[in-house]
């Protein structure tokens, strides 16, 4: 712009009649401003809206996000050790958005199966418990839950809080069109809501001592999944899993939980579960440990690569095993 500005003053100079250059130059400069303006306004808006929607993906396993809501997301990915087995397992429940649904509460600071709970309606009768009254109607606490009558039917609410953040959890649920609405008690949020099956499981199967960890796990089946539901933390409370683990920086969970021996879990997102596990030998720490190098191997694949895949095709009832 400095060199342009000389080059005009010169050529003016040797004019006549003289033109009035320092007005020109003026409105130029004034052009050039706004121009420039424009521009880091146009640059700063999307940097925006690319750090804003990275925030919102992001957030959820900590509390405080927005809540994450079942099928908003395009496809489900899988999780597989190597190379794309020859054929997965796709797992696929058609009714599970009309069985029961779920809301998974968290403190802030809560991860999966730990410093949360799981509001799950409806849910079969009143437990063994102590008597406890939840707005006014006579429910059942005990064994780290809490059971009312509502709308007709009965909740649940379990987790590993206090019994008297599980009550206020409670308190504050209603429900319509048949699922449950919390409103989170301060410092803590609801980061998903879903249903309690999961409509679709991406399940891969190897051998474990094809993949080098039969000393560990024994010479049966290692597998790995990925599913969106929150049944799974519901049962993660419900079998006491044992929490401490790793992957890749994710806080994960050892447990029971989807069949076999046991499987080691962390997600994704909130309400978004990935898995390892295997069928073999009992449960041990050096399972645990094998289970925990064998995550470490897994990659994800997008659901169009999955899809491509030479997969079987299962129409079940996804219950938790």
């Given at each position: 712009m400095n060199d342009l500005v000389e080059a005009l003053r010169a050529q003016a100079a040797s004019s006549r009649p003289r033109p009035d250059l320092e007005d020109a130059l003026r409105r130029a400069r004034a052009r050039h401003q706004r121009a420039v303006g424009f521009r880091v306004l146009a640059v700063t808006i999307v940097v925006v809206l690319v750090v804003g929607t990275g925030i919102v993906l992001a957030q959820g396993g900590g509390g405080g996000g927005r809540t994450v809501v079942a099928g908003e997301p395009h496809g489900l990915p899988a999780l597989i050790i190597g190379p794309p087995p020859g054929r997965g397992l796709d797992r696929r429940d058609p009714g599970a958005g009309q069985g029961p649904w779920t809301a998974v509460v968290r403190r802030a600071g809560g991860v999966l199966g730990s410093g949360g709970a799981v509001v799950t309606f409806p849910v079969a009768g009143l437990p063994s418990g102590r008597d406890v009254v939840v707005s006014g109607r006579p429910g059942r606490a005990g064994d780290r839950q809490v059971v009312w009558p509502i709308a007709g039917a009965y909740a649940r609410v379990r987790g590993d809080l206090p019994e008297a953040e599980l009550l206020a959890i409670a308190q504050r649920t209603s429900i319509s069109a048949g699922r449950?609405?919390?409103?989170?008690?301060?410092?803590?949020?609801?980061?998903?809501?879903?249903?309690?099956?999961?409509?679709?499981?991406?399940?891969a199967r190897y051998g474990s001592a094809a993949l080098g960890e039969g000393a560990s796990l024994g010479n049966g089946?290692?597998?790995?999944?990925?599913?969106?539901?929150?049944?799974?933390?519901?049962?993660?409370?419900?079998?006491?899993?044992?929490?401490g683990y790793r992957v890749d920086g994710h806080p994960a969970v050892l447990s029971s939980v989807q069949g076999g021996n046991a499987t080691l879990a962390w997600e994704l997102s909130p309400g978004v579960v990935v898995y390892v596990g295997y069928s073999g030998s009992s449960v041990s720490d050096a399972a645990a440990r094998a289970l925990t190098r064998l995550a470490e191997r897994a990659r994800l694949i997008g659901p169009a690569a999955w899809q491509a895949a030479n997969n079987q095709v299962v129409v079940q009832t996804n219950d938790f095993r």
């Open positions: 449950p609405v919390v409103r989170a008690p301060t410092g803590a949020s609801v980061v998903f809501a879903g249903p309690y099956r999961a409509p679709d499981v991406h399940e089946l290692a597998y790995t999944g990925v599913l969106s539901a929150g049944g799974f933390e519901d049962q993660l409370y419900a079998r006491h899993a044992r929490g």
